[in-house]
């Protein structure tokens, strides 16, 4: 069961295959069905309604009101309200909302690209596991912002984009920080993480036409399929959207 609509799917299946896996093999390991999950930034619950459906205790923090509230009323919908919790705030709150030592798993899912300190961010995060800990982390991927700019005509933006700092093509840039697969792992190593897999996501998503997809029967499962293939090859890393890390606590 994916986390959003077929098509939409097409932007998360390989992300909530990893977290439902990742999380079944968790809770095999503790002999523990139920694990506490945490999802910062985790909005309207796009994964943390799903997660709690396999049967996990799901605490968002989210720094939106409108958010929590739209996600309280899609936890009721699910029929997992007494699995999710709603709490305002952010990862500079986040030690004074969540106990040391007391989570199983954290969710990070474009948080990093918004945050002031990425580094700090993610050790407070990591503050929040007990050892062996999972932390799914999403972020945006600089060198295929390079590659979307290019195809796009916008040849001088794809090249800002590679020398940037921060990973941006232009002060209109709506995406405040984009990462490399090497920076993410650096973070994850110095917040005391050790990273176990890397997937590429939306490596073709974004890049083939919508009308395509849409009209063609068929269309939308192989290229799905076809994306969860892709994901864990690192030729195709580079040029995804973004890039996902699942590492555990040391």
């Given at each position: 069961?994916?986390?959003t609509?077929p098509r ?17 093999k ?19 619950g796009n ?6 459906r ?15 509230f ?57 503050g929040t ?11 945006a ?11 796009a ?6 090249r800002?984009?590679l ?17 490399t697969g090497?920076e ?9 993480l ?6 590429g ?36 890393h580079?040029?995804a959207?973004?890039?996902h ?6």
């Open positions: 069961m994916y986390p609509r939409s799917a097409l932007r998360t299946a390989v992300v909530w295959e990893v977290v439902r896996a990742a999380l079944e968790r809770a095999a390991e503790l002999d523990q069905p139920v694990l506490d999950v945490v999802d910062t930034g985790g909005g309207t994964f943390a309604v799903p997660v709690a396999l049967g996990h205790r799901v605490t968002v923090v989210d720094p939106s009101p409108d958010a929590l739209a996600l309280e009323r899609r936890a009721a919908e699910a029929g997992v309200t007494d699995l999710v919790r709603a709490v305002q705030g952010d990862t500079q709150t986040l030690p004074e909302l969540i106990a040391p030592g007391s989570v199983d798993a954290v969710l990070c899912h474009g948080v990093l690209e918004m945050v002031d300190d990425p580094a700090e961010a993610l050790g407070s995060l990591a596991l007990r050892a062996g800990g999972l932390v799914s982390l999403l972020a991927n600089r060198n295929g912002a390079v590659l979307a700019r290019a195809l005509g916008h040849f001088d933006e794809a800002t984009v020398g940037a700092p921060e990973g941006r093509w232009g002060a209109g840039d709506p995406m405040p920080r984009r990462f090497e993410l792992g650096l973070l994850a190593s110095a917040a005391g050790r990273v176990e897999a890397v997937h996501v939306r490596v073709f998503a974004d890049l083939v036409p919508g009308v395509l997809v849409d009209t063609e029967p068929g269309a939308t499962e192989a290229l799905l399929k076809l994306e969860q293939a892709a994901a864990e090859q690192p030729a195709f580079a040029v959207t973004q890039l890390l699942l590492a555990t606590r040391s």
